[in-house]
């Protein structure tokens, strides 16, 4: 059974910092597409970042040089670092997993989604 459990959300200040992780199992993690997306309320989800099974890193243009995806092979866990957290970063943050080595901005390439955790970020 495929399970994508993230954890690490919470409040946090504006110019702070989270660490967001997502544990995978019930499939070969290292040979997949793992992405993080996220979703605002009102508005359409959206990824923000995905690392292949090469660890090649993409991102979204608004997160750029703010947040860093990275991955733990040995352990099936996917995380993203963000930092300098502004209010228009407050959202449910989802990991998500493609079987295949292209990191797609699309969310229907993507074969299996986590709950989600969220993200706060407020004074």
């Known amino acids: 059974q495929v399970q994508l459990v993230e954890s690490g959300g919470g409040l946090v200040q504006p110019g702070g910092s989270l660490r967001l992780s997502c544990v995978a199992s019930?499939?070969?993690?290292?040979?997949?597409?793992m992405g993080w997306f996220r979703q605002a309320p009102g508005k359409e989800r959206e990824r923000v970042a995905g690392?292949?099974?090469?660890?090649?890193?993409v991102y979204d243009a608004s997160v750029k040089g703010r947040f860093t995806i990275s991955k733990d092979n040995d352990n099936n866990t996917l995380y993203l670092q963000m930092s300098s957290l502004s209010p228009e970063d407050t959202a449910m943050y989802y990991c998500?997993?493609?079987?295949?080595?292209?990191?797609?901005?699309?969310?229907?390439?993507?074969?299996?989604w986590g709950q989600g955790t969220q993200v706060t970020v407020s004074s």
């Open positions: 998500a997993a493609r079987d295949g080595d292209y990191c797609s901005i699309s969310i229907a390439l993507y074969n299996y």
């Open positions: 019930g499939f070969t993690f290292g040979t997949y597409c």
């Open positions: 690392i292949n099974s090469e660890g090649t890193t």
